[in-house]
Structures are given as structure tokens and as C-alpha cells.
């Protein structure tokens, strides 16, 4: 898939462009770009989680969708991150309360593989990282602080 193709939406609400960007891979000149069966994954992700949230609080922020190999080293994602097969986005979390409202709705009314809270200890940074697979869908939550 080309640059061109950047406003192609992957469900009536996310585009390709939003699943993508990331200011690392601008700034450093990476192509971040997911190949056919990362997008199919990105679709599903979308779909089955992303627009639900999505229609019961408005409009929501992704942080980090799809990365590839050299962005995800560059970002220190771990290198088993599902944000490499277009599995996972991070959502952007304003505050405590609409964390817990976004953590449980996902919790309580959705298929999904892993639903964490994850902090950046460096920064104190805090957001919600969410992934969904096509097959067996774990249902994990969690917490997990990085380096
Ligand atoms: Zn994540």
C-alpha cells in the first residue's frame, strides 16, 4: 500500500492515515507503512473495538496504531509488540475517570486480545493500549509500566 493511499478509510470512522502516523517516523524519515495483511488486522481492530468505543463516548485518540519494525525499535516498543501486525492502538486518556469509563466499557462489552494500562515511568505518561487478533482473542487486562 502507497502513500497515496493514506485516506483510505479502515472502518467509517478510522482512516489508514490515523492508524499510521507518528511524529518519530516523520521526523526521522521512516515509511510506516502496513502491508496487506496488517491492514486487513487494522480493519478488525477498528471494527470490533475502536468504532464501539467510538459510538459510546465520541470521538476517541489514537496515539500509536500500526508500526513498523524500524519505528517500533525507534518508539522501544517491545519486539513481540502486536502494534507491529496492526493488532494494537494506543488510545489517549485526558483522565482518570474516562480511563475507567473507556477500560471497563472494552472490559465489559467487547471481544479483545489485551487491554492495558500502560505508564511510561520516564514521563509519567499514562494511556490505554488495546489490541484484537482474528483467532482466540485472550482477553487479558492488565497494567504495565515501561522503561
Ligand atoms: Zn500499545
Same mark, same amino acid.
Given at each position: 500500500?502507497?502513500? $497515496? @493511499?493514506?485516506?483510505?478509510? #479502515?472502518?467509517?470512522? /478510522?482512516?489508514?492515515?490515523?492508524? *499510521?502516523?507518528?511524529?518519530?517516523? !516523520?521526523?526521522?524519515?521512516?515509511?510506516?507503512?502496513?502491508?496487506?495483511?496488517?491492514?486487513?488486522?487494522?480493519?478488525?481492530?477498528? $471494527? @470490533?473495538?475502536?468504532?464501539? #468505543?467510538?459510538?459510546? /463516548?465520541?470521538?476517541?485518540?489514537? *496515539?500509536?496504531?500500526?508500526?513498523? !519494525?524500524?519505528?517500533?525499535?525507534?518508539?522501544?516498543?517491545?519486539?513481540?509488540?502486536?502494534?507491529?501486525?496492526?493488532?494494537?492502538?494506543?488510545?489517549?486518556?485526558?483522565?482518570?475517570?474516562?480511563?475507567?469509563?473507556?477500560?471497563?466499557?472494552?472490559?465489559?462489552?467487547?471481544?479483545?486480545?489485551?487491554?492495558?494500562?500502560?505508564?511510561?515511568?520516564?514521563?509519567?505518561?499514562?494511556?490505554?493500549?488495546?489490541?484484537?487478533?482474528?483467532?482466540?482473542?485472550?482477553?487479558?487486562?492488565?497494567?504495565?509500566?515501561?522503561?
Amino acid at each position: 500500500m502507497d502513500n $497515496k @493511499n493514506q485516506n483510505t478509510m #479502515l472502518s467509517p470512522h /478510522f482512516s489508514l492515515w490515523e492508524m *499510521t502516523r507518528s511524529g518519530t517516523a !516523520e521526523r526521522l524519515g521512516i515509511k510506516n507503512i502496513p502491508n496487506d495483511e496488517e491492514v486487513e488486522n487494522l480493519k478488525l481492530l477498528c $471494527k @470490533n473495538v475502536l468504532e464501539p #468505543l467510538r459510538e459510546r /463516548f465520541g470521538r476517541i485518540i489514537i *496515539t500509536s496504531g500500526f508500526r513498523c !519494525e524500524s519505528l517500533n525499535n525507534r518508539v522501544k516498543g517491545v519486539a513481540t509488540s502486536q502494534h507491529l501486525h496492526g493488532q494494537a492502538a494506543d488510545i489517549h486518556i485526558s483522565n482518570r475517570e474516562t480511563s475507567m469509563r473507556y477500560f471497563n466499557f472494552i472490559k465489559d462489552h467487547l471481544v479483545f486480545d489485551q487491554l492495558l494500562f500502560e505508564r511510561k515511568l520516564s514521563n509519567g505518561c499514562l494511556w490505554l493500549h488495546v489490541s484484537y487478533r482474528a483467532r482466540n482473542n485472550r482477553r487479558k487486562i492488565g497494567v504495565v509500566s515501561l522503561k
